[in-house]
Nanobody, 116 residues
Framework: QVQLVESGGGLVQAGGSLRLSCVAS????????MGWYRQAPGKEREMVAI????DVSYADSVRGRFIVSRTPDNVYLQMNNLKPEDTAVYYC?????????????WGQGTQVSVSS
């Protein structure tokens, strides 16, 4: 019922910026939250930024450098002052309700690589 497609990843030097975009295709459901997770090689997937209703949450490691914004069907991640440790596959995320249950949807991921 929900499909997510990311774009905007790439290779950038430390200190540079990238903007990730994600568009949701949905039928008959409301997206209660949208945001971004990332997974670096050998590490677990971690939350980067979530926009849920009027609330926005950031991982401590990106607060002050990354900005998440959204429309009803899109979520964006503006990444500034990128560091090599930001290198990871970034996944778009959405939470939606169908009936009495909440479900999670994930995009296919987009690679972000930051060189030192």
């Amino acid at each position: 019922q929900v499909q997510l497609v990311e774009s905007g990843g790439g290779l950038v030097q430390a200190g540079g910026s990238l903007r990730l975009s994600c568009v949701a295709s949905r039928k008959g459901v409301t997206l209660n939250a949208m945001g971004w997770y990332r997974q670096a090689p050998g590490k677990e997937r971690e939350m980067v930024a979530i926009h849920a209703g009027g609330d926005v949450s950031y991982a401590d490691s990106v607060r002050g450098r990354f900005i998440v914004s959204r429309t009803p069907d899109n979520v964006y991640l503006q990444m500034n002052n990128l560091k090599p440790e930001d290198t990871a596959v970034y996944y778009c995320y959405a939470r939606f309700r169908e009936g009495l249950r909440d479900y999670d949807a994930w995009g296919q991921g987009t690679q972000v690589s930051v060189s030192s």
